[in-house]
């Protein structure tokens, strides 16, 4: 398995420059507006274990993991989990998929110790370090350097979007585009918004209790997500019904194959 340090796609370290800053400030944009109040203690862990458990991870892990596996099942390569959160996923995924290389990530020194945690609890040799990144700082680096444009079989991106502004998700777009593969994915999952499907009232519930808490934070809307991706030159390939009436919507470089 690739290892840091490794000749997996990172390039020359280089200098960075941040994204446009949105007006409202720091605060209303961060790459991960969850905190550690959002997730609850391992119950099992005993004193010390920095793992943390999110509460939705056992309704959607299986399903979230069968349509990674369907897209990129048999496949190589390395993957980047943005806002890993806990790093349930990352670690679940691993297992899994042991041909690919995952490389969590988070903003929260917090999560990133969960992250960690969960690491040396699956022992996974395909599950890599937990790197800090900022979505809105290009170029992304992951393990101290940048990944080369066109290195990564996949960019994941699991419960995030609705939580952040709306420039968080154009980062991700933007900053997932150069760095995949022509066979590469970039995958969202969490809720949406869809103009030929009526909204669950749910959804709507969830929506008013986002903005309530922070005007910045929604569900996304998947047709503007779609047209950003456009711009980005990506293109949808496809959508996946999830429970809880969650989306798992995936993209890839403009010009492969099918899209939806």
């Not at 005993?46 to 959607?60: I, K, M, S, T, V």
């Not at 699956?122 to 066109?150: C, E, H, Y």
């Not at 900053?175 to 999952?189: K, Q």
């Amino acid at each position: 398995m690739r290892a840091a340090g490794s000749s997996f796609g990172l390039g020359p370290r280089t200098g960075g420059c941040r994204l446009r800053a949105d007006k409202r400030g720091a605060a209303n944009y961060g790459p991960r507006m969850k905190t550690v109040r959002d997730f609850i203690k391992q119950s099992v862990a005993g004193d010390g274990d920095r793992r943390l458990e999110a509460p939705g991870f056992q309704g959607n892990g299986e399903a979230i993991c069968e349509v990674v596996s369907e897209l990129l099942g048999g496949k190589t390569g390395d993957v980047v989990e943005v806002g890993s959160g806990s790093g349930q996923h990352a670690a679940l995924l691993a297992s899994r998929l042991p041909g690919l290389s995952f490389w969590p990530s988070d903003y929260s020194e917090a999560q990133i110790g969960s992250i960690n945690a969960w690491r040396r609890h699956a022992q996974s040799p395909n599950l890599m370090p937990a790197t800090k990144l900022d979505v809105l700082w290009k170029p992304w680096r992951i393990a101290g350097r940048p990944f080369d444009d066109r290195s990564l079989a996949a960019v994941l991106c699991i419960n995030l979007i609705h939580i952040a502004a709306w420039e968080v998700a154009l980062a991700v777009l933007q900053g997932s585009a150069p760095l995949l593969r022509p066979d590469g994915f970039l995958m969202f999952y969490g809720p949406f918004r869809r103009d030929d499907v009526q909204t669950a009232p749910s959804i709507a519930a969830y929506d008013d209790t986002l903005r309530s808490h922070n005007p910045a934070w929604g569900v996304p809307d998947l047709d503007e997500l779609t047209a950003a991706a456009r711009d980005a030159g990506l293109e949808r390939y496809a959508v996946f019904d999830m429970p809880a009436n969650n989306l798992m919507v995936a993209y890839r470089p403009a010009g492969g194959a099918g899209a939806a």
